[in-house]
C-alpha cells in the first residue's frame, strides 16, 4: 500500500503561481507512472500532468496546461507540480496520483481555488 504526502494549494488570484508537492510512502519495484490528476466540481477527474520511471520517458502534459505548468520529480518519492499563470478555471481539486501495471494509487487530495 503507498501513501502520500501532499502539500502547497490554497488561493490564488488569476496569473499567480501555486507549487503542490507530493510524496509517497514508497515506491513499488518496477517501472511505475506518478503525476497530478484533478478533479473540477461537476467533472471527470482528468490527468494534469505524469512521468514514467521508464529510461528515457518524457513528462506527459493535458494540452491545458503546457507552457504554464512544470512538473518536477527529484527523487524517487517525490513529484512536483509548479502552477504558473493560474487561470481560474484551474479551479479543482488535485490528486497526487502513483500508477503500476496493476493498481493505481491515489492522495487524498488538495484543493486549488482561482480567484481575484
Known amino acids: 500500500q503507498v501513501s502520500f504526502v501532499e502539500t502547497g494549494g490554497g488561493l490564488a488570484t488569476p496569473g499567480s503561481s501555486l507549487r503542490l508537492s507530493c510524496r509517497a510512502s514508497t515506491v513499488p519495484n518496477g517501472d511505475h507512472e506518478m503525476g497530478w490528476y484533478r478533479q473540477a466540481p461537476g467533472k471527470q477527474r482528468e490527468l494534469v500532468a505524469k512521468i514514467s520511471t521508464r529510461r528515457g520517458a518524457q513528462t506527459d502534459y493535458a494540452d491545458f496546461v503546457k507552457g504554464r505548468f512544470i512538473l518536477d520529480k527529484p527523487n524517487s518519492l517525490t513529484v512536483n507540480l509548479l502552477m504558473n499563470n493560474l487561470y481560474p478555471n484551474d479551479t479543482a481539486v488535485y490528486y497526487c496520483?502513483?500508477?503500476?501495471?496493476?493498481?493505481?494509487?491515489w492522495g487524498q487530495g488538495t484543493q486549488v481555488t482561482v480567484s481575484s
Open positions: 496520483n502513483m500508477q503500476t501495471l496493476s493498481r493505481a494509487f
